[in-house]
């Protein structure tokens, strides 16, 4: 919209998506690495579609319709440089994704959130495409990946690493596209209760540094921020978005205020502007 409003083009509206950008990518990548292709297609059904096996609650089921609420944390610049700094001296260098993803997940536990084992985690499957390809839309999957609460970051970052690596997450946006077209494989609709006491479903989506809106036309004197409450999948569910925006961050957390308790989420919003407390070596503890 800056672009267009300016005067300019952008590649958004001039340059087309590729035809079947997902069967070029499965074929490509698959093709150049037979060996990945059923072990990744095997963990990326099973992680993307197992029920979980600790939903349940500590009550009896409930009406319930969505009451949507969201709480965004500000880290500024000198906590965002602290968190880069401490990344880059770790040995093997943990991505940032899988760093601030262990943070907010820590932070959401000190707060006091019970949460089932995995984390629904947001993959961008345009790093499949090669550069002559191209997909404006939505090219994301979300796979479970294990994260029991007291995992080390280390054991984060690596499987992380090792399902991009794997390409598991393309894996899995093939078998949910396949089954989409399948009649049993459509969603169900909106839940109309919820069980007292059930652990949260955390949903994690890293957008990254969003280098395209470095140059808008920013309000002075105030936060950059790019937030969004992002439509949950259920009265249980949390879901989380995180942006950098130049040198500070941002981390939208939308949940269901009927649900999961507004103070915990606030609490997880204070701990995260802090972000060094979690990691591995930091000696404040939260309070």
Known sequence: MFDHSGGRTSRWTTDNDTPLALLRSVIRTFGANPQWARPAVRYAA????QRPADSGGAGDPMPWSPSFAVRIAHIDADAE???????????????SAAVWLYIVRQALQVAGLSMTDRVMTAFDCRRYLSRRQRANGNFIIGLEVPFASDDPLSAVSTRVRDLVMAAVPLA????????????????????STYQPGAPAHVMYSDLGTVRMIDDVPWRMGGDRSLTALL????????????????????ISISFNDNAVESHTIDRAVRYLADPMRFLPLATQCPR
């Not at 099973?46 to 579609?49: L, V």
């Not at 440089?81 to 991505?95: F, K, L, S, Y």
């Not at 989409?180 to 609709?189: E, I």
């Open 81 to 95: 440089a602290a968190v880069h700094d401490w990344r880059r001296a770790q040995a093997g260098t943990p991505g």
């Open 231 to 250: 439509d949950t999948a259920g009265p249980h569910a949390v879901t989380v978005l995180n942006n950098r925006i130049g040198d500070t961050r941002n």
């Open 172 to 191: 899995g946006m093939a078998v949910v596209s396949a089954r989409a077209m399948l009649p049993f494989g459509r969603d169900p609709g909106p839940a």
């Open 46 to 49: 099973e992680q993307r579609f």
